[in-house]
C-alpha cells in the first residue's frame, strides 16, 4: 500500500511540474500584463503545491508550514503588484481616493 501511494505523489509531483511549464509559457507569451500577472500568481500557487507533494514524499510533512508561509507571501505580492498597477503608488492615502457619486 506504501508504494502505490508514493507513486500517486510522484505522479502528483510531474503533473505539477508540467502545469509549471505551461504557466512558464503563459508568462512568456502573455499579451497583457494582466495575463502575466495571473501566471504569476498561478506558478506561486502550483510551486506551493508541490512543495507540500514534496514534502510527503521525502516524509517530512512539517515543511508544509513553510508552503504555507510561501503562500501568503504569494497572496500579498500580487496584492500589491496590482495596487501598483492600478494607482501608480504604493503609499495611496485611501481617504482620498472618491468613490462614484460621491462629492469629495
Not at 25 to 54: E, Q
Amino acid at each position: 500500500m506504501e508504494t502505490a501511494l508514493g507513486y500517486m505523489f510522484l505522479a502528483g509531483a510531474f503533473a505539477l511540474i508540467v502545469s509549471m511549464a505551461l504557466m512558464l509559457a503563459r508568462l512568456i507569451g502573455g499579451p497583457t500584463l494582466y495575463d502575466r500577472l495571473l501566471a504569476v500568481n498561478s506558478f506561486g500557487t502550483k510551486t506551493v503545491l508541490f512543495l507540500c507533494v514534496f514534502c510527503f514524499i521525502i516524509d517530512r510533512p512539517d515543511g508544509v508550514d513553510i508552503a504555507l508561509l510561501y503562500a501568503l507571501m504569494n497572496f500579498i505580492a500580487t496584492i500589491a503588484v496590482l495596487k501598483f498597477f492600478n494607482y501608480r503608488a504604493l503609499d495611496v492615502n485611501l481617504n482620498r481616493v472618491s468613490v462614484k457619486g460621491e462629492d469629495a
